[in-house]
């Protein structure tokens, strides 16, 4: 059953098994498990309950109805445009459909620098295969790549680059393009389609509009989530509260406000919550081409390159993918204003934009974001651009440009305010002495992780292997801020799988 | 927008105090709201038409930020932002009216917002690279906001080459049947 908190005509206590707060990628596939098991949970999620039926696929409209801050989020200095998901399904019914399990590579890193045991890809392949069936996660045919996809394949393969097909999970997907504004056909798999429906068939009592603001503990066990109801359209509290006593608390927020629902609670961790947050940083690089690629229409990721995902040890890696650009996201990604802009835009459908995600958290130096609270309870990230990212960035600026001369481009076009623009390799040169960093140029995150690590030193990280916070019993998070460093893939099956493995952690802990 | 209160407080106020000062002086606004409005007043409000204008003065077949109303439109979208996030964007709008430096003839302050289009539109380009973190803050959360209300204007779909959102009938599809989605328990 889903209720919007507009149906609470009074003030509201409920008890339950579990209470899990968010309806993501971590709370729903967690949900589902326990439901299942016959336990009883009562999910809370701030967003609004919305199906294909409310995807009208207007930019205006669905960016503050589907996002974190009505669109708005950003770090504190403003350097970084955060896009993050709220509604029912958290960030996966806006998410643009790229799964991957975890790397070896970075599992092995955990054990190795964050002395993680038993998260190895033996042990998770029986989650991951089981989230791959329950979520239809297959390969995308090379051929069915749009043009703007296409032409990271055709890059690669001029220059000699790693590049494939990318997996998404779809099933009946008509191929528009809207995925970050809500499928508008059921196509993608999200939690809203899925793994929530198969919760609520077990019995989940799902509250959307409705937002916890604290977890009530004492003697070291969490005994209350206190949550305040949201009015859908505003997004804004209103004065009806709900308070759950559950045996067991999750908290499945995403990174952000995850760790700034336990600093609202009083819970610090030894001042490790909100620290180590990571957002695999996004620069881009547009390329025009002589002819249209549509940017707006066709699957917006199907093809990658991790070609320099791993640049050694002392350097932060890449990987490549593409963005979906309709108007107004188009519109965010320059920094330019009047006739330049105009003519930036007049240029959209033969405007393609490759982008290189940030692999952070790996380097021994690199500690990521913090998440704080502000004095009036505001959310703050900040998120300094230090000189490895920056040196990355600016390789990163370089390795995009060539893969996009290479893959045809009458010109590369860097996303500076003052634009960078390359005819050819010796045209180059003007992107290795650009400036790299906050307000240099566009920089997004559409991957928060962290902020939660975990870990089995207390004094290291704030959730054990089992998700378990140190020091109180009987809470747990279950979202992408347990992450302990950034994946060098997109985050979703990583976050699905290590929730399929914590059914067992939480079921047990009732 | 998380503009950073405090580092506004520390690079503003006395730009601010001097404003405020200044404002009983002020000549009438330059622009009036056309309704009532529900998060800015009417002089932030005619200090962000003024802003948008700039940003977007059209021209070339493309219509104006004035025509669209584009002020009024944000000043819905900021009501529903966080009270403090309000606040802040309304001080920095004030911020960039008291911005500009000398007086006129009869000693008075210019205001940005009184300013010529092309003065408005450089101050705004000088507040992008600003050195002063603010100023950049204050560039990047108004700019922001202006393209996405202008170039998410289904007035500018055709300029930018858009056809628009696709209709899929899914506003007329039957309700998501939440039984008939779920998988049984294995
Ligand atoms: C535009 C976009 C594109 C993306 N593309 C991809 C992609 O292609 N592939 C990929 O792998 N990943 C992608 N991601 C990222 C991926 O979707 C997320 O990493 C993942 O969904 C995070 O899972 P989570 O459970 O941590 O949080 P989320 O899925 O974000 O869910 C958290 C939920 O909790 C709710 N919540 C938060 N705080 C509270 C509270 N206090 N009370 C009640 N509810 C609360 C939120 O509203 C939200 O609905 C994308 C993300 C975005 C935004």
Redesign the pocket.
């Known amino acids: 059953m889903i209720t919007p908190g507009s149906e609470l005509s009074a003030d509201a206590e409920l008890s339950c098994d579990v209470c899990i ?7 729903s596939v967690l949900a589902a498990g326990l439901c299942q098991a016959g336990l009883d949970v009562v999910m ?4 609004p309950y919305a199906t294909r039926r409310d995807f009208d696929l207007d930019e205006q409209k669905a960016i503050p109805m589907l996002y974190q801050d009505r669109g708005t989020r950003s770090t504190a200095d403003l350097a970084i445009t955060v ?5 029912v399904g ?3 019914t ?6 991957f399990r975890t790397p070896e590579r970075i599992l092995e890193h955990w054990r190795t620098v964050h002395r993680i045991e038993g998260l190895d890809a033996a042990s998770l392949a029986p989650h991951f295969d089981e989230v791959e069936r329950r979520l239809n996660i297959a390969p995308w045919p090379e051929e069915l790549a749009n043009p703007n996809n296409r032409k990271i394949l055709e890059g690669a393969r001029a220059l000699g680059w790693e590049a494939g097909a990318l997996r998404r999970n779809v099933k009946g997907c008509a191929d528009s393009g809207y995925c ?1 504004l809500g499928c508008p056909v059921n196509g993608k798999q999200a939690m809203h389609l899925t793994y929530i429906p198969d919760a609520i068939a077990a019995g989940l009592r799902l509250y959307s509009d ?3 603001e604290r977890v009530e503990s004492a003697g070291g066990r969490a005994t209350a989530v206190h949550a305040v109801v949201l009015d859908r359209q505003s997004g804004r509290p209103t004065e009806r509260r709900l308070t759950v006593r559950p045996k067991v608390t999750v908290l ?4 952000i ?1 995850t760790p700034a ?1 336990l600093l609202r609670s009083g819970i610090e961790g030894q001042g490790r919550v909100g620290r180590r947050t990571f957002l695999h940083p996004v620069v881009g690089i547009g390329g025009l081409y002589e002819e249209p690629v549509l940017p707006f229409k066709g699957a917006p ?1 199907s093809v990658g390159s991790h070609q320099f995902v791993d640049r050694g040890p002392d350097k932060v890696g890449f990987f490549f993918e593409s963005a979906p650009l309709q108007p107004m996201l188009a519109a965010l990604t320059a920094s330019l204003i009047g006739k330049e802009m105009a003519r930036f835009m007049g240029a959209l459908p033969n405007l393609g934009v490759m982008i290189a995600l940030l692999v952070d958290g790996l380097l021994p130096e690199d500690d990521g974001g913090v998440v704080s609270l502000r004095p009036d309870g505001r959310i703050r990230l900040d998120y300094p651009i230090r000189p490895f990212l920056t040196e990355a960035m600016g390789s990163a600026h370089i390795a995009l440009a060539r893969l996009t001369l290479a893959a045809g481009a009458n010109e590369a076009l860097s996303l500076h305010h003052k634009p960078r623009r390359m005819r050819d390799v010796m045209s180059m040169t003007q992107l290795a002495e650009a400036p790299y960093g906050a307000h240099e140029h566009a920089i997004f995150t ?2 928060q992780m962290g902020g939660c690590a975990m870990g089995p030193d207390p004094a290291s990280s704030v959730v054990g292997t089992d998700h378990r916070l140190h020091g109180v019993d009987n809470l747990f998070v279950v ?3 347990v992450l302990p460093t950034a994946l060098g893939v ?4 990583t ?1 699905y799988g290590l929730a399929h493995r914590a059914r067992g952690f939480v079921g047990e802990a009732v | 927008m998380a503009l950073s209160r405090r580092a506004l407080l520390l690079t503003g106020s006395a730009a601010l105090l001097a404003g405020a000062g200044g404002l009983a002086l002020w000549p009438g606004l330059t622009r009036t709201p056309p309704g009532p409005l529900r998060s800015l007043d009417a002089r932030t409000w005619s200090v962000l038409a003024s802003v948008a204008q700039a940003m977007c003065p059209g021209g070339d077949g493309l219509p104006s930020a004035d025509e669209l109303d584009i002020a009024s439109a944000l000043d819905l979208t900021i009501s529903t932002l966080h009270a403090a996030d309000q606040a802040e964007l309304k001080q920095g709008l004030l911020l960039l009216d008291n911005a500009l430096p000398g007086l006129l003839l009869d000693g008075r302050a210019q205001p940005f917002s009184r300013a010529d289009v092309d003065v408005r539109a450089a101050t705004l380009l000088g507040w992008r690279t600003s050195r002063i973190g603010v100023r950049r803050q204050v560039f990047k959360a108004l700019r922001g906001l202006v393209m996405a209300a202008y170039w998410g204007h289904p007035r500018l779909y055709a300029a930018a080459g858009y056809p628009g959102p696709p209709d899929f009938g899914q506003a007329q599809a039957p309700p998501d049947d939440l039984l008939a989605l779920a998988e049984v328990s294995l």
Request: charged share 15%.
């Open positions: 707060v968010g309806s993501g990628a971590g709370g809370l999620e701030e967003g896009l993050q998901g709220r509604s958290g960030s996966t806006v998410n643009w459909t790229t799964c970050g409705v937002r916890a499945a927020g995403g990174a406000n629902l990721q559409a991957h979202d992408g801020s997109n985050p979703s099956e976050i």
